[in-house]
């Protein structure tokens, strides 16, 4: 009985619609290079998301809004009480992002019901697809945020009054989307959810590399970022004699410099990147006064993460020359292992699928780790081009999207069955 | 008859007059830090241009504009016909700029009216005070643009079309400018004037330290500015492997610092500066693909500036490491040594005041390094607060405000009298 529905929930995953979907999303703040543009809570975002809510409407689902903005797609089961099973991932991008980071896992979640519907299944449990807020981090910091406020509710207030560059405020924003959704089920924190399984393009290229189709996701390595403040003093680029000058971008590049060599190993297994950078006032006459930069630093070792990690502030320090240095550690997690039984789970479809798959390890971080400490969790990595991504040349396989596709519904209705 | 009438205009400078105007002007863009923030054409701008034009015609003066938007207030002579004698300099701001560079020299031509009339004093020749647009070429560039293109109307069209970072046009803006003013005179550019003289802060310390209160300007150093890009690969922070990253930020720090090294010299005579220093796309979790910055290089010697300049590509080319360089040099100029006879008729006016006063080079670059190439010209510096510029904190003192004017006054009246 069990073998015979999952063998129809993976018959009717349809690979042109899931394809089809992914296109539909990609306009929604699309660029001219391919790209997607959709960070969180800005009006692109916000469009993907009333579209997300109505697909979710049309597929028979309730649609749930948490307080900071997660949205929930209900699926009801034959037991409306038992705990539901989640998938699910997010719609924000990077301000220069793919078509896929993210959105492949809310899409295949869709997919699933699509196929739940067509194949006229009904599971004993409630499936759920989720969109959490904020996955990226960019706009707003930190990343990974919907997740870790369902996780944690204690960092609510917190996050609501977070402030983009851009000027906006996450909460205000917030109650716009809300307002522009029109009324939705009010959906509280941390439901104790059966299991979550999470979909996402790998991001690297190893199953590429590999010739596999579907990465079993064992665990993600934790990170540390830190937000850094040179100071210095702005003067007049003609006049200032160098011996006087506090210029925060000479400082600041000394410790860019030092911190990228703290951080070379030689078996090339730190992740340690300064994606923002910027000088102020930025003008080209004017000795900078002032350098922001930022620091992400990943390892799966808790203990290497924390010996290296430790040393950022006193480096700083030491090579700020005439200026002064702020050194401020804005979000930090530890590596985590998923479940093994669900690890299993996925295996097991991926075996009875005849899907090529392995094992392997997550550099990047998603929302499953947050999920992780509420329920047991897992995440399906498929591949993408090149291993690009974070990048609008980010690029995946209708086929390779649709095989991880049948994976995840496989496993999430076997969960949903019993 | 002319020493009778150059001392009635020193003695009818009003020092409180001319501290209010920097108070009052100080107030149009000015910033919670005691700065000023008036970049060329924005509202703030507009509002200073319009001030002033209106007190010019207060003051008896017709108002002009040219097509590059520099503003002329003329005050006739009994010789309307003969070339007119010139002061001023330019209301607008760096972004966070202080409340005297560029202010003084406009102002200081206003109180310059106000003690003409107060005086009643007729010249023969016109006089006339002028606000050059965009000096400071932070929110357009290149600066010095106004008396750039008066002094060479070929480069109009280019600068018309020049773009702002935040999306302005200078021709657009321009157009709103004049229709904001109502109707005035439209001036030609390249008008033959008799002379011109300049006064500003000195934005050094050396009046200051030596305890003279006017700086008798022999000439200015040359500059060549560069705009820099580095283009490497976006990529994931925490998956992408070190060894195949293009990383534009760690190719970026090193040519940084590699100029940093090839620009010291230990006279401390090179002025460089990296004023404007951002990477692309700016997200904490994306590896940057991008990297933007200028170089602001000075040196009183056209060779070296020629020699050392000219390295600065092939380092860059050098050191890109992975990662692709275009270097473009956006402005240049050379060395220029003020009028002898008009430095002789500003030591004149000091001595005959008896103003502490002392010759000197001028290491910023100002519009009188174009109204050179069109008539006799000269400048008058006055002391900063530690040499401080391009910074809102910024500082002169009222009694050395008035006393550089009263040696302008002399020098600009004694040459309109013939």
Redesign the interface.
């Known amino acids: 009985m069990s073998e015979a529905v999952l063998g129809a929930v993976a018959d009717a995953i349809d690979e042109a619609r899931l394809w089809r979907l992914h296109e539909e999303f990609a306009a929604i703040g699309g660029t001219s290079k391919g790209g997607v543009c959709r960070e969180a809570l800005t009006p692109e975002d916000m469009t993907a998301r009333i579209k997300l809510a109505d697909l979710g409407r049309e597929l028979g689902c309730t649609v749930g809004v948490d307080a900071i903005g997660n949205m929930f797609l209900r699926r009801e089961g034959r037991k409306p009480d038992a705990a539901p099973v989640a998938t699910g991932s997010h719609l924000d991008t990077?301000?220069?992002g793919g078509r896929f980071d993210g959105a492949y896992g809310v899409l295949a979640g869709v997919e699933l019901f699509y196929a739940l519907r067509d194949a006229g299944i009904e599971t004993e449990r409630p499936i759920e697809v989720i969109n959490f807020t904020n996955e990226?981090?960019?706009r707003y910091?930190p990343?990974v945020m919907g997740s870790q406020v369902f996780a944690d509710p204690d960092q609510l207030k917190r996050m609501l009054a977070a402030k983009a560059p851009d000027g906006g405020v996450l909460g205000g924003e917030l109650g716009v989307f809300r307002q522009k959704l029109g009324p939705v089920e009010d959906r509280p924190f941390g439901t104790a959810y059966r299991a979550f399984v999470e979909g996402h393009i790998?991001?690297?290229p190893l199953l590429e590399e590999t010739g596999n189709t579907v990465g079993v996701v064992t665990g993600i390595?934790g990170?540390r970022?830190f937000q850094i403040e040179v100071i210095g003093?702005?003067?007049?680029?003609?006049?200032?004699?160098?011996?006087r000058r506090k210029?925060a971008?000479?400082a600041a590049?000394?410790m860019?410099?030092a911190l990228?060599r703290l951080m070379?190993d030689e078996e090339?297994t730190?992740?340690?990147?300064?994606?923002?950078?910027?000088?102020f006032?930025?003008?080209?006459?004017?000795?900078?006064?002032r350098?922001a930069f930022?620091c992400?630093f990943?390892h799966p070792s808790n203990e290497l993460r924390a010996r290296l990690g430790d040393q950022i502030e006193g480096l700083c320090k030491a090579l700020a020359g005439p200026c002064g240095v702020e050194v401020n550690e804005y979000q930090s997690s530890v590596s985590v292992d998923f479940h093994g039984p669900m690890l299993e789970a996925v295996r097991r479809s991926a075996a009875r699928l005849g899907v090529p798959h392995m094992d392997m390890y997550?550099?990047?971080?998603h929302d499953a780790r947050n999920m992780a400490r509420l329920c047991p969790s897992a995440m399906v990595f498929v591949p993408c081009e090149r291993?690009?991504?974070?990048?609008?040349a980010e690029n995946a396989k209708a086929s390779d999207l649709a095989a991880g596709t049948r994976v995840i519904a496989q496993a999430v209705t076997e969960l949903a069955l019993d």
């Open positions: 990077q301000p220069t990226e981090g960019g910091a990343g790998e991001q690297a390595q990170s970022k003093e702005e003067a007049h680029a003609g006049t200032m004699p160098r011996r210029d971008l000479i590049t000394h860019v410099q990228y070379e090339d730190i992740r340690f990147t300064i994606g923002r950078f910027q000088a006032p930025g003008a080209p006459s004017v000795v900078p006064g350098v930022t992400d990943r997550s550099g990047a971080g291993g690009i991504s974070h990048n609008e």
